[in-house]
């Protein structure tokens, strides 16, 4: 079984200090814009491969054999020196190499993987809320003639060197492009009908076409002013070019104009700091747009460095007409969850949140499940043991918040993702060995029938199937990775794409689904 990449657990990943967790991780649902033209190769470092000949824009130059053109299958290889680059045409390279700090790109090859969601990085089927969506970017028609049926991106990594996204047409199962990352730690995200790839590591943005090539790379640590900031999740303003960026490693979220792919600004959230806080992060991490109140929400973790905090996680709002955090019903938040002295919080119109480490969201309506995969408490006997984890629903329009669900087990929590008229709960098993997956509908304060047989990083596709990947056997007797559709009834799986990744890496770094 592939190890599986989790966005919830990649909070931690990001300071294993704290919890003395696994780096595995699952990741989640993006949806994709226009789409690209013809077999050019962009690279995310700002230049363009030309789709024959091999020469890259910024970032290097393609030696020692061809690009993929238009479908066919190149020989000789390319290597790509200091970028990232995107192949669309459909015909895999044979004989390539890696060149120094870039990847090769192959034209040919697919992914999916990862948990879907609709608030952002985990949590069920694309946001239904932003039907409307934002003014996409301008990206040229599609190679192929045409808009999929629908389109999922997804990413294998090696959890050392790079990752690579492909996206593949659900419909038919062709792939329309494939593109790696020299960062590890690149993940998928989406909201209201667009994608982007997160580097994480190198602190880039990436909006993306509809077939899943690169169409503005944005560098967030320098245009942002900093370093390390770690960008966790995007979330687009309907209507709109603008876009928000959680920066996990900075009090601050970013601004984006997606007609440009300029940072043009940024939200002050370092007043939500505790001085408890030894780390100096709020953490902010997963987001969502409501369209009814018409704020961006996104959920500030606020964890300790050495032991749980002694503050809430809360959820803040921003106004995008005027990009400032607004007092919300039912705050201010107050400081301490043990009613210590600490002021942080009073006073700012946040909700304190009941758990700790928000991580999934889930909006329904004008509620929104904030799944929280909290936090390990030091016991006496020198153990540990997984606390203050839940989910809760937040009535947008008051601010008020109800417990729903609180595991009577020591589980990680991974993901909510809303299907049908009830959900789906991921959680690690104790073990962290595998990811489990049970119904849950919406009210009940126990999970119910389990899931089996479900794929490597499933994201949600419809009421009734999921998408992810697993791995089968081939015809020469060995086995290979693969594109499935999961039933959820039957629990029985089909094929999507047999064996479409290039470079063999075996890790999900997640999964996207275009509505």
């Known amino acids: 079984m592939a190890i599986v990449r989790s966005a919830f657990l990649h909070s931690f990943a990001n300071s294993l200090i704290r919890f003395a967790v696994p780096t595995t991780l699952l990741v989640a649902a993006a949806a994709l814009p226009a789409c690209s033209s013809d077999n050019s190769s962009s690279s995310s470092d700002g230049g363009v491969d030309a789709g024959t000949g091999g020469t890259t824009g910024t970032g290097g130059a393609n030696t020692g054999g061809a690009t993929n053109t238009g ?3 190149s020989t000789g290889g390319a290597t790509n020196t200091g970028g990232t680059t995107t192949s669309t045409g459909g015909g895999a390279a044979t004989g390539g190499t890696a060149g120094s700090g870039g990847a090769i790109n192959t034209g040919g090859a697919t992914n999916t993987g990862g948990m879907a969601n609709t608030g952002g990085k985990d949590g069920g089927t694309p946001d239904a809320s932003n039907d409307a969506g934002p003014v996409p970017p301008a990206c ?11 389109v999922a991106l997804a990413g294998l990594t090696d959890f050392a060197t790079a990752a690579e996204f492909v996206a593949v047409d659900l419909g038919n199962g062709s792939v ?6 020299p960062d590890q730690d690149s993940i998928p995200v989406s909201h209201g009908g667009l994608g982007f790839i997160l580097e994480q590591t190198r602190g880039r943005v990436n909006t993306l076409c509809g077939d899943g090539s690169i169409h503005f790379p944005i560098e967030l640590d320098h245009a942002d002013g900093g370093i390390g900031s770690n960008p966790h999740d995007v979330v687009p303003v309907p209507g709109t070019t603008k876009a928000y960026v959680s920066l996990y490693g900075a009090n601050r979220i970013a601004i984006l104009d997606l007609s440009t792919g300029a940072v043009t600004g940024s939200v002050d959230v370092g007043r939500f700091l505790d001085p408890s806080d030894h780390d100096g992060l709020v953490e902010t991490d997963v987001g969502v747009y409501d369209p009814t109140t018409k704020l961006v929400y996104f959920a500030l973790q606020r964890l300790s460095s050495f032991a749980c905090p002694e503050v809430p996680s809360l959820l803040i709002g921003i106004d995008p007409a005027t990009d400032s955090v607004v007092d919300l019903p039912g705050g201010p938040a107050t400081g301490r969850a043990d009613g210590g002295k600490s002021d942080a919080g009073k006073g700012s119109g946040a909700i304190a949140l009941h758990f700790v480490s928000p991580s999934s969201l889930a909006l329904d309506g004008g509620r929104l499940f904030v799944l929280a995969s909290g936090c390990q408490f030091k016991e006496e006997d020198g153990g540990e043991k997984q606390v203050r984890h839940g989910i809760e629903v937040v009535t947008l329009a008051t601010g008020t918040t109800t417990p729903v669900y609180t595991p009577t087990t ?9 299907i049908g008229d009830g959900a789906l709960v991921s959680r690690y098993s104790v073990d962290f060995s595998s990811i489990l997956w049970n119904r849950w509908d919406l009210s009940s304060p126990d999970l119910g029938a389990a899931l089996s047989g479900v794929p490597d990083a499933a994201v949600v596709e419809t009421a009734n199937t999921l998408v992810g990947t697993e791995m089968i056997s081939s ?7 693969a594109v499935v559709r999961y039933d959820v009834t039957s629990g029985n799986s089909t094929l999507v794409a047999k064996n479409p990744w290039y470079l063999g890496f075996t890790n999900a770094a997640g999964v996207v689904i275009v509505p």
Do not use: I, K, M
């Not at 329309?176 to 990352?181: A, E, F, H, K, R």
């Not at 020591?410 to 809303?418: D, E, K, R, Y």
């Open 176 to 181: 329309l492009s494939d593109t790696v990352y």
């Open 71 to 73: 479908g066919t299958t």
């Open 410 to 418: 020591q589980n990680f929590l991974t993901g909510v993702s809303l």
């Open 475 to 481: 015809t020469d007797g060995g086995s290979a990775e």
């Open 140 to 150: 040229p028609v599609r190679a192929d003639g045409g808009a999929a049926s629908r």
